[in-house]
């Protein structure tokens, strides 16, 4: 089945600066690869998502870049704020195959400092 | 729209007892998916329903087990309770089913503590 790493776990960063979250998956017929964010206490909530026919994608601070080849995605966060404060979780699937599940990363905690 | 509605939120049993989870999903969403989270492990995936149907499984024993009725609710169930099963048991619902649209709607979760 599909495996997915995640890293790092944690992350610091100061308000303002940017934060890189990776992920990894194993599968190379995997086509949907969504990102949630969890806030402490709260339900996980997608972010955003790309599938594999697109290279990247943006909305307002965050983007994510897809590397199809390499087996690899990651969320990039532009302008931290303290409310990006979260457990930020990458997944994969396969879209459109019938059975699918959506295997998830063991998160990463960002923490952003005023 | 109502969220998704998972109840109890949180309860706390013993060893060697068992426990009824549910899930009531969107309005008009018909596939329900249950997740265990636990700190460090992330969200690990324990079975998706389709319309009544159990489409997938992951990997737990089978002291986890679940089911969905026709107005599409789900409750899972683990009986024999371990210390390890203590957790937050997070159901997602969807459209079409995660092989279909991807996207999930998750509950706020039922956290589980075993003694």
């Known amino acids: 089945g599909e495996n997915v790493e995640?890293?790092?776990?944690?992350?610091?960063?100061q308000e303002g600066d940017s934060a890189v979250i990776k992920c990894t998956y194993s599968d190379s017929a995997s086509n949907y690869f969504p990102w949630y964010k969890q806030e402490l206490?709260?339900?996980?909530q997608l972010i955003i998502d790309i599938r594999s026919n697109v290279g990247e994608k943006k909305d307002q601070r965050i983007a994510v870049t897809l590397n199809k080849t390499a087996k690899h995605f990651s969320l990039?966060?532009?302008e931290t704020q303290p409310e990006d404060s979260?457990?930020?979780f990458c997944a994969a699937s396969k879209v459109g195959s019938g059975y699918s599940?959506?295997?998830?990363?063991?998160?990463?905690?960002?923490l952003v400092s005023p | 729209k109502a969220?998704?509605?998972?109840?109890?939120?949180?309860?706390?049993k013993t060893r060697g007892q068992q426990v009824t989870l549910s899930c009531s999903p969107i309005s008009g969403h018909r596939s329900v998916s249950w997740y265990q989270q636990t700190p460090g492990?992330?969200?690990?995936?324990?079975?998706?329903?389709?319309?009544?149907?159990q489409r997938n499984k992951g990997n737990f024993p089978g002291r986890f087990s679940g089911r969905q009725f026709s107005n599409s609710r789900s409750e899972m169930n683990v009986s024999t309770l371990e210390l390890g099963d203590s957790a937050l048991y997070l159901c997602a619902s969807s459209?079409?089913?995660?092989?279909?649209?991807?996207?999930?709607f998750f509950g706020e979760g039922s956290r589980l503590t075993v003694l």
């Open chain 1, 6 to 13: 995640q890293h790092p776990s944690t992350l610091s960063v």
């Open chain 1, 41 to 44: 206490g709260k339900r996980p």
């Open chain 1, 76 to 78: 990039h966060i532009t």
């Open chain 1, 86 to 88: 979260a457990v930020y």
């Open chain 1, 101 to 110: 599940t959506l295997t998830f990363g063991k998160g990463t905690m960002l």
């Open chain 2, 3 to 12: 969220g998704v509605t998972q109840t109890p939120r949180y309860l706390i």
């Open chain 2, 41 to 53: 492990q992330g969200l690990q995936f324990l079975f998706e329903y389709f319309s009544e149907t």
């Open chain 2, 95 to 104: 459209a079409k089913g995660t092989a279909n649209t991807g996207e999930l």
